[in-house]
């Protein structure tokens, strides 16, 4: 049986999750995952990465254990793959989130430009989503999420389908993440993006009895 509770605080107590009558993913997970801190999510495939985010959402109950976790409208996901609106400039995908909480457009675009700044985009703020590069999308993509202020930022194999360059330029703004007070999961396979955060979740040492989603 499994408890989820919600707070400010992300903390796992012998959390564990199957489908059905499947093997389990993982067993036995305890974290304390604490904000300005950036924690890396391994395993191999079907060890349970994207369940794990999804539990850490709070879109999925666990089967067991007890999660205490953020306040859903205070939680972020940034996906494997760039989603952004094709014709509107990288400062419009950021500067929205401000905009959504009062600010003035004025406001909203100088704290944009201050989030551009910060993944490197700065010299992309006019440029449109459809013309950005793999790697300054998903920068693009980091960037918003934070801009959204979140307790918990999750971010679902940023360097997947990048090329070796583009990969490190998003590797490099990870680290930067620690500096906002907020807790970022990401998940990968990713050695490089593994070492560029603050922490090691390795889930494929929680796997029992094999078998996986």
Request: net charge negative; proline share 5%; hydrophobic share 40%.
């Amino acid at each position: 049986m499994s408890t989820l509770a919600v707070s400010d605080t992300l903390i796992a107590r012998d959390l564990g999750h199957r489908f059905d009558a499947e093997n389990w993913l993982f067993r036995g997970v305890n974290l304390d995952l604490s904000p300005g801190r950036v924690y890396a999510l391994t395993g191999p495939s079907g060890s349970g990465k994207s369940t794990f985010l999804s539990i850490l959402a709070g879109w999925r109950t666990p089967t067991e254990g007890t999660f205490i976790a953020p306040a859903a409208e205070r939680v972020n996901w940034v996906f494997q793959n760039p989603h952004g609106t094709s014709r509107r400039t990288a400062l419009d995908h950021v500067a929205l989130s401000f905009l959504a909480r009062g600010l003035t457009p004025e406001r909203a675009d100088a704290q944009a430009q201050d989030h551009l700044a910060r993944f490197g985009l700065q010299h992309r703020a006019q440029t449109q989503f459809r013309h950005l590069s793999g790697g300054e999308g998903q920068r693009l993509m980091l960037a918003r999420g934070l801009a959204a202020m979140p307790a918990l930022l999750l971010v679902d194999e940023p360097t997947a389908q990048l090329d070796p360059v583009s990969a490190a330029s998003v590797n490099a703004v990870l680290a930067e993440l620690a500096h906002a007070d907020v807790t970022v999961v990401v998940a990968t396979h990713d050695p490089d993006t593994r070492d560029a955060c603050d922490e090691h979740i390795d889930l494929g040492k929680r796997a029992q009895d094999g078998g996986g989603r």
